[in-house]
T-cell receptor, first 114, second 111 residues
Framework: GAVVSQHPSRVICKSGTSVKIECRSL??????MFWYRQFPKQSLMLMAT?????????EQGVEKDKFLINHASLTLSTLTVTSAHPEDSSFYIC??????????FGPGTRLLVL | EDKVVQSPLSLVVHEGDTVTLNCSYE??????LLWYKQEKKAPTFLFML????IEKKSGRLSSILDKKELFSILNITATQTGDSAVYLC???????????FGTGTRLQVTL
C-alpha cells in the first residue's frame, strides 16, 4: 500500500499551548487528505477534509478555529491544535485519498495535553 | 445520519478456525465500502468494494459486498495469531468519498 507519514508520532504538551502535526503523502500527490481522531477503544471519527489550495471542510461539531488545517502542497497537510486542553488528548490520524475511493492512513500522532 | 454497524464487537477463536466478520450500513450517496486492519497504530488497507457479488481475495482473506441488502462480510480462513487485530469497516460517501467507520470487530486468535 501507499506510504503516508505523520510527524510527530507522539507529543506531550502543556495546556494552553499549540501543537502542529504534519501529514505527508510520500508515494503520490493527494489533492484530498483527511484528518481523524480516535479515542481509546473507539473507532475513527472524521474531523475534516483537507483540500489542496482551498479551505478545509469541517465535520459538524469540530471547531475550525481550534483545529487549523493547512494543505499547502499536494503532499503535505498540517493540523494545528490551538490552545490545547486535556480533553484534546487523543490519537490523531491523517489519510491521503488515492484515486476516487481508497484512503491510505498515516501511522498516527498520539497527543497528550497535561 | 450515515451509520455503519459491525458485528460481532469482539471474537476469540483458536488458530486454524475460520471467521466471518459482518458490516451493515445505512448511508446516503454510497460510493464504496472498505475494510481495514488496525493493530497498534493506524489502519492498514485490506479491500475496497464497489460492486455487488464480486469477491475480492487476498491470501486467506476475502470479502464480498451486497448492495441490495446493504452489507459486507470479511472472511478469514485458517486464522493465525498474527490476524489478531481490530477490523474496521468504512463506507465512502459523497463526491469527496468521506469515510464513515464502524466501531470495529476485535479479533483475538489464540494458540
Amino acid at each position: 500500500g501507499a506510504v503516508v507519514s505523520q510527524h510527530p508520532s507522539r507529543v506531550i504538551c502543556k495546556s494552553g499551548t499549540s501543537v502542529k502535526i504534519e501529514c505527508r503523502s510520500l508515494d503520490f500527490q493527494a489533492t484530498t487528505m483527511f484528518w481523524y481522531r480516535q479515542f481509546p477503544k473507539q473507532s475513527l471519527m472524521l474531523m475534516a477534509t483537507s483540500n489542496e489550495g482551498s479551505k478545509a471542510t469541517y465535520e459538524q461539531g469540530v471547531e475550525k478555529d481550534k483545529f487549523l488545517i493547512n494543505h499547502a502542497s499536494l503532499t503535505l497537510s498540517t493540523l494545528t491544535v490551538t490552545s490545547a486542553h486535556p480533553e484534546d488528548s487523543s490519537f490523531y490520524i491523517c489519510s491521503s485519498r488515492w484515486g476516487k475511493e481508497t484512503q491510505y492512513f498515516g501511522p498516527g500522532t498520539r497527543l497528550l495535553v497535561l | 445520519e450515515d451509520k455503519v454497524v459491525q458485528s460481532p464487537l469482539s471474537l476469540v477463536v483458536h488458530e486454524g478456525d475460520t471467521v466471518t466478520l459482518n458490516c451493515s450500513y445505512e448511508v446516503t450517496n454510497f460510493r464504496s465500502l472498505l475494510w481495514y486492519k488496525q493493530e497498534k497504530k493506524a489502519p492498514t488497507f485490506l479491500f475496497m468494494l464497489t460492486s455487488s457479488g464480486i469477491e475480492k481475495k487476498s491470501g486467506r482473506l476475502s470479502s464480498i459486498l451486497d448492495k441490495k441488502e446493504l452489507f459486507s462480510i470479511l472472511n478469514i480462513t485458517a486464522t493465525q495469531t498474527g490476524d489478531s487485530a481490530v477490523y474496521l469497516c468504512a463506507v465512502g460517501t459523497g463526491t469527496a468519498s468521506k469515510l464513515t467507520f464502524g466501531t470495529g470487530t476485535r479479533l483475538q486468535v489464540t494458540l
